[in-house]
């Protein structure tokens, strides 16, 4: 009896460590356990991002210590280095990090700067024919824009006697446009205004791909009385809209009058021809002609809808 009982405490002795010994086998060594641990908690501490061009943010690979290799899919649109990143045009990006065999990846979306009326430089005369408000308008935007101009008009005694607006639906970035305000009439005649104020709208412009007022040329001059303009378009696109300023100056630099006109050359390569006559001078009750020592002609908008 004691023989089979040893016996059978040797045979439960085997089966145990039978059953154990794969498990034993199979289990990972601490270090490794601590690394594969570590490779599951690896992130970045974003995956998308919006930025405006120009501003940057950093990014941060969670989890480990060890050394990141950091790359970008578009560099005109954003670049990394050590985890920073900075917008620089419109557009999207893929920011990559490599480390610790894995791959970490940050859509970044770039969106322009916001255009803002601070960045139109505006200087306004009140002309001395008494027609009203025009208004010199630079774009410092870096694009075109969609500018609005309204003037208030008020009399002597501060009492608002009329507004007017005008537009230009497509002011390059850099360039500079005529606008003009016209004041209030009482039987055909300009009422006189002492003072006005002015306000601006700004947008992004819809055709701001698809203008260039540089390509039209224009060459003037005086005879009998009336400005002749000949324009002419140089560049290789077909425009649907094209309008120019003249400004009318006296001997002291002061803005006499002003007045604007569509030019012709849609076509590339085309000429058109167009006369300016000289603006009356609505102080005089005879509508005579303003007296003025020189002009500048100013190309406004040249634009495809």
Do not use: Q
Not at 156 to 184: Q, W
Not at 185 to 201: H, I, M, N, W, Y
Request: glycine share 6%; with cysteine; charged share 25%.
């Amino acid at each position: 009896m004691k023989k089979i009982t040893k016996i059978l405490s040797l045979f439960l002795i085997a089966l145990t460590l039978f059953t154990v010994s794969p498990i034993i086998e199979k289990a990972l060594p601490a270090d490794k356990t601590v690394a594969v641990a570590e490779a599951a908690s690896i992130r970045l501490n974003k995956t998308a991002v919006t930025l405006i061009e120009g501003n940057s943010i950093k990014l941060k690979v969670k989890g480990t210590k060890k050394k990141v290799k950091w790359s970008t899919s578009k560099k005109k649109v954003a670049t990394v280095k050590n985890g920073k990143v900075t917008a620089k045009k419109e557009g999207t990006a893929t920011i990559t990090a490599k480390v610790a065999g894995k791959k970490l990846k940050c859509k970044v979306t770039v969106k322009p700067v916001p255009v803002t009326t601070k960045k139109i430089a505006a200087t306004y005369y009140k002309t001395t024919n008494l027609d009203g408000v025009v208004g010199f308008l630079k774009n410092n935007n870096n694009r075109a824009v969609s500018v609005t101009l309204t003037v208030v008009f008020y009399d002597a005694a501060g009492k608002m006697i009329g507004n007017s607006s005008d537009f230009n639906y497509c002011l390059e970035s850099g360039r500079t446009c005529v606008m003009h305000a016209y004041n209030p009439t009482v039987e055909g005649k300009r009422v006189d205004f002492k003072t006005f104020k002015t306000s601006l709208k700004v947008s992004d412009s819809n055709y701001i791909k698809k203008c260039r007022a540089k390509d039209i040329v224009i060459t003037s001059n005086i005879s009998d009385g009336k400005v002749f303009v000949e324009s002419t378009n140089v560049g290789t696109r077909k425009f649907d809209t094209i309008n120019v300023s003249i400004v009318y100056y006296d001997g002291n630099g002061n803005v006499v009058a002003c007045d604007d006109s569509y030019l012709d050359c849609e076509d590339p390569g085309s000429n058109a021809y167009d006369t300016f006559y000289i603006p009356n001078d609505n102080l005089s009750d005879d509508y005579v002609d303003i007296t003025f020592t020189s002009y500048k002609i100013i190309v406004n908008h040249a634009y495809t809808y």
